[in-house]
């Protein structure tokens, strides 16, 4: 299987744990990810807030290069991303398109949430074969974050209020998704630089919860959400006077880990809430 691939900004720096895992998994699958030439910037998060024209046309102008590439499908990991990108293809396509100086110039490719497209029955079936270490006594709670189901009439979901994902993704790999009712509520985002209070008030709330259902980790989808939630645990902790250490894992790690794909301990490694001992205790992790 071939696709367009839309990596992002910070995939290229911060986040090259999630970038390294999504080739890994991808390669074990054989699903060839062509990325699109010469990309830039969607503009999340500041151009939407500063400019929307800019927003739309930053983005517009990936869109057209993806035009170019013959997949039918365009893989996009972060979920800012993608929200930027489908809001740009729904402004382009409206009766006010000619406001804007980018024009699209073909068909475009179905745009994915990178875990809606893992979340497929197709993929989850051949997820599945390539299992050879069950994520058995794994509980987890999902977390998707505010922007890749949000609003519902951009990004196309129709299980925004309560999406389903990364609980199938984590269900095929043995694990136990525990409901919750914090999926959708929003982690700060880049507000931990300007407002670290909020991010601590809204983070610390999304710790006391999944720890309150019984969840052992946090899986995720969204490389901003996993900063927030993996880096800050003991200022928050200390802001709560309450000791969290909840690892907070990218849903392709544990696919890798499933898959025993070279490269995961490098992935891991990288994390600053310690991903390694809980895997230890459920012997889903030999490395010393």
């Given at each position: 299987?071939?696709?367009?691939?839309?990596?992002?900004?910070?995939?290229?720096?911060?986040?090259?744990?999630?970038?390294?895992?999504?080739?890994?998994?991808?390669?074990?699958?054989?699903?060839?990810?062509?990325?699109?030439?010469?990309?830039?910037?969607?503009?999340?998060?500041?151009?939407?807030?500063?400019?929307?024209?800019?927003?739309?046309?930053?983005?517009?102008?990936?869109?057209?290069?993806?035009?170019?590439?013959?997949?039918?499908?365009?893989?996009?990991?972060?979920?800012?991303?993608?929200?930027?990108?489908?809001?740009?293809?729904?402004?382009?396509?409206?009766?006010?398109?000619?406001?804007?100086?980018?024009?699209?110039?073909?068909?475009?490719?179905?745009?994915?949430?990178?875990?809606?497209?893992?979340?497929?029955?197709?993929?989850?079936?051949?997820?599945?074969?390539?299992?050879?270490?069950?994520?058995?006594?794994?509980k987890v709670v999902c977390y998707y974050?505010?922007?890749?189901?949000?609003?519902?009439?951009?990004?196309?979901?129709?299980?925004?209020?309560?999406?389903?994902?990364?609980?199938?993704?984590?269900?095929?790999?043995?694990?136990?998704?525990?409901?919750?009712?914090?999926?959708?509520?929003?982690?700060?985002?880049?507000?931990?630089?300007?407002?670290?209070?909020?991010?601590?008030?809204?983070?610390?709330?999304?710790?006391?919860?999944?720890?309150?259902?019984?969840?052992?980790?946090?899986?995720?989808?969204?490389?901003?959400?996993?900063?927030?939630?993996?880096?800050?645990?003991?200022?928050?902790g200390a802001d709560w006077k309450r000791?969290?250490?909840?690892?907070?894992?990218?849903?392709?790690?544990?696919?890798?880990?499933?898959?025993?794909?070279?490269?995961?301990?490098?992935?891991?490694?990288?994390?600053?809430?310690?991903?390694?001992t809980l895997l230890k205790q459920l012997?889903?992790?030999?490395?010393?």
């Amino acid at each position: 299987m071939k696709v367009s691939y839309y990596p992002g900004c910070s995939l290229e720096g911060t986040a090259r744990d999630y970038a390294e895992s999504i080739l890994g998994i991808c390669a074990s699958l054989d699903i060839q990810l062509e990325e699109i030439p010469d990309w830039n910037c969607c503009g999340a998060t500041a151009a939407h807030s500063i400019d929307h024209r800019a927003s739309i046309e930053l983005a517009g102008r990936t869109l057209n290069l993806a035009t170019k590439l013959p997949n039918s499908d365009m893989l996009v990991p972060c979920p800012m991303c993608f929200n930027r990108l489908k809001t740009a293809a729904w402004a382009l396509n409206q009766d006010f398109a000619n406001r804007y100086a980018i024009n699209l110039q073909g068909a475009l490719p179905r745009i994915w949430d990178l875990a809606n497209f893992f979340a497929t029955e197709e993929m989850l079936q051949s997820t599945a074969k390539h299992i050879k270490k069950p994520l058995e006594g794994l509980k987890v709670v999902c977390y998707y974050g505010c922007m890749a189901n949000r609003p519902p009439e951009i990004t196309e979901a129709t299980d925004f209020e309560n999406p389903q994902a990364l609980d199938r993704i984590m269900e095929s790999l043995g694990a136990t998704a525990i409901p919750w009712p914090y999926k959708t509520d929003c982690c700060g985002a880049s507000q931990v630089l300007s407002r670290p209070d909020i991010v601590s008030r809204l983070v610390g709330k999304l710790y006391d919860m999944a720890q309150r259902v019984g969840a052992q980790a946090i899986v995720v989808s969204c490389q901003m959400c996993q900063a927030n939630l993996d880096m800050h645990q003991e200022k928050i902790g200390a802001d709560w006077k309450r000791n969290f250490s909840l690892p907070v894992y990218y849903f392709s790690e544990l696919i890798g880990l499933a898959h025993n794909v070279t490269g995961v301990e490098r992935w891991l490694r990288r994390h600053i809430t310690d991903p390694f001992t809980l895997l230890k205790q459920l012997n889903l992790w030999n490395n010393p």
